[in-house]
């Protein structure tokens, strides 16, 4: 069974990434301090790509009592998040720095437009700690409790 990242959640990531690379095209400290960002972020939104995000894609139908074969297959993911959480949560600490940088840097130079494009980039990492990664652990846990992961 495929599990698409719900579209919302999808377009704001490359929404994210064309503001970054726009902010690395800035020049001076701000493209510099987006760069360091960028770094930081690509391999962490991969990841969140891969397991953190498609089991999202199941709370529509699960939480209409939809139950569907193949949807177990999503523990692989879930499981994989509750273990790489601690990692996931480091990287967001380490980009969120990155963007106080990136903060700084745009200020200086009087580039507004990208300090609140860091911001928005903070608000986004606040938002998957507190919202889309214990929503992805609780799709894991209900498919649990229905039985769907008495094999893993």
Known sequence: ME???PASLK???EELHRGLAQAAKAGGLTGEAA???AKLMHPHFEREEEYALPPLGLLGPL???RVEDGMAEALKMTDRL???LPHMLAEHKDIVTALHGLVAAAKAEGKPE????AEKLIAHANAEEEVSYPAALLVG???KLLNLG???
């Open 114 to 117: 990208y300090v609140r494009f």
């Open 141 to 143: 846990r209900y498919l």
């Open 35 to 37: 760069q360091a960002v």
């Open 82 to 84: 509750e273990a790489e």
């Open 3 to 5: 599990f698409p990242i």
């Open 150 to 152: 008495s094999a893993s």
């Open 63 to 65: 939480s209409s009592g």
């Open 11 to 13: 377009s704001e990531h």
